[in-house]
């Protein structure tokens, strides 16, 4: 059974930094994509970055330049480096695993005070 586990989240202020890190466990079979997502109150999930087994990433336009996807194969972990927090950020951020099914992690809360 595949399970993903989301940490990292915090509370920070604007400028700041945080890392998220997405602990996968379990086999995917044909995994195509992996990313993160996040959701703001009253908002659509809107997609954040991802990143596919070869290493190609992309991004919304929004965190360019301030947000970095990265994986671990080793370790089963995906992690989003982010920079230069601002409080449009604020959301919580979920890890997506696209493979024959779509897993998801549970959540974690990142809140940017001004």
């Known amino acids: 059974q595949v399970r993903l586990v989301e940490s990292g989240g915090g509370l920070v202020q604007a400028g700041g930094s945080l890392r998220l890190s997405c602990a996968a466990s379990g086999s995917i079979f044909k995994l195509n994509a992996m990313g993160w997502y996040r959701q703001a109150p009253g908002k659509q999930r809107e997609l954040v970055a991802t990143i596919t087994p070869g290493g190609s990433t992309n991004y919304r336009d929004s965190v360019k330049g301030r947000f970095t996807i990265s994986t671990d194969t080793a370790k089963n972990t995906m992690y989003l480096q982010m920079n230069s927090l601002k409080p449009e950020d604020t959301a919580v951020y979920y890890c997506?695993?696209?493979?024959?099914?779509?897993?998801w992690g549970q959540g974690t809360q990142v809140t940017v005070s001004s």
């Open positions: 997506n695993f696209q493979g024959q099914y779509d897993y």
